[in-house]
Every structure is written in structure tokens, then in C-alpha cells.
């Protein structure tokens, strides 16, 4: 029973090592291909400066439209044409009804 807890680790054991987590620091660092300055963080603490590069958020105007999905173009193409449509419905009530100016 005791090499049964040996082999068998909690995540409470663990604390904040578990090795399932990836930072975001370590994500931008898989994405950007640098994987030397990999090494020399191991050896840092695991925190990051709010101010550094890697804890940088991209602004929604930021990111590229491409890169949504397929359901999130064809939603927003259907609002353009509905509001295309709303636009046009009061154009042509603007038309048929009698407007005067009263002064």
C-alpha cells in the first residue's frame, strides 16, 4: 500500500506546480518560437511583471477579423444585411409619406 502513494500524487501536494498548467508566458513563448530564454526562466520564480511584453492583452480592434470563426463572420453579416434592410424600409416610408414643413 505504501508504493501505491508513492506513485500516486495529489494536486494539493503539488500546489501551484502542477505541471498540466501552462502560463501565458510560457504559451507566447511556445507561439513566438523562443525557447532559449525557456531555460534561464526556469530558474526565475514563475511570476511575471504586469508591465512586460508577455502579460500584454491585444485590444478587441487589435485582433484580426479572419481570425474568428465561421459563425461569428456569418452572425455579423447578417446584422449588416438586417440593418441594411431597416435602413432601407425607412427610406422608402420617408418616401410615401406626405412631410411638411411648418414654420
Not at 444585411?81 to 427610406?91: A, F, K, M, T
Amino acid at each position: 500500500m505504501n508504493n501505491r502513494e508513492e506513485s500516486h500524487q495529489s494536486a494539493f501536494q503539488y500546489g501551484r506546480k502542477l505541471p498540466s498548467i501552462i502560463s501565458a508566458a510560457r504559451l507566447l513563448r511556445l507561439r513566438s518560437g523562443s525557447f532559449d530564454e525557456e531555460a534561464k526562466d526556469e530558474k526565475k520564480p514563475n511570476r511575471i511583471s504586469p508591465f512586460s511584453p508577455e502579460a500584454r492583452v491585444p485590444l478587441p480592434s487589435e485582433i484580426d477579423e479572419n481570425s474568428y470563426g465561421t459563425t461569428v463572420w456569418k452572425r455579423n453579416e447578417r446584422e449588416r444585411l438586417r440593418v441594411r434592410c431597416v435602413n432601407d424600409g425607412y427610406e422608402r416610408l420617408r418616401d410615401h409619406l406626405p412631410l411638411t414643413e411648418k414654420f
